[in-house]
């Protein structure tokens, strides 16, 4: 499917070990990781992205998995807030939208489903999330999959203005200033989820 695609596919590999030392050998442009990998098939492989992130932070990952493990997802996001994705395998109901994913992961985008950002975005009454508006979080979530202002305002049936609206409200309400420049929307949605003191996510 990959090659088909337009991707060139560097390794695959069968345990976490063999992925590290892939990542090492070819430097790739995006890699796909299991959550679960050899022997146990339980955290390797999301251990071995964050692993693998750790040693090169600029690292595109795109992580696909049956479930959300939110400890883990969290550490993944941590440091460089760009070229990460985490999509669950029953929810990839077309190839297009895949690779589509996968090429904003590999361009240092974001990409992830809905039900991850939902369980990320479950915070305790007192985080700067609670401050959001329901469409705010509507745009939020949407923000974090990837999608622009044109596809958020179709999704949401709303304007493309009122989209930028919501979007200044929400920069404004977790402290993002202009000085962030264009991250400004990865931030707004993994650096505010990975702060020092905000790893607990109730």
């Known amino acids: 499917m990959l090659t088909t695609n337009g991707f060139t596919v560097a390794a695959i590999t069968a345990d976490a ?3 590290l030392a892939a990542v090492e050998e070819h430097r790739p442009d995006v890699t796909v990781v299991d959550v679960r990998l050899p022997p146990t098939f339980r955290d390797e492989g999301i251990r071995a992205a964050i692993e693998a992130r750790r040693r090169h932070p600029d690292l595109p990952v795109m992580v696909f998995s049956q479930y959300v493990e939110r400890e883990y997802a969290t550490q993944l996001l941590a440091g460089a807030p760009s070229g990460v994705g985490y999509l669950l395998k029953d929810r990839v109901s077309r190839i297009d939208e895949f690779v589509e994913a996968l090429r904003r992961v590999a361009g240092g985008g974001t990409a992830f489903d809905p039900e991850v950002i939902a369980q990320l975005l479950t915070r ?26 044109t596809d958020i305002a179709g999704r949401l049936f709303i304007t493309a203005n009122a989209v930028h609206k919501h979007i200044n409200g929400i920069f404004s309400k977790l402290g993002l200033s202009t000085t962030d420049g264009g991250h400004r929307r990865v931030l707004a949605v993994l650096t505010y989820l990975t702060a020092p003191g905000r790893r607990r996510l109730d």
């Open 17 to 19: 070990s063999s992925f």
């Open 124 to 149: 305790s009454a007192g985080d700067p999330v609670s401050a959001l508006t329901p469409r705010e979080r509507e745009v939020l979530a949407l923000m974090a999959e990837g999608r622009d202002n």
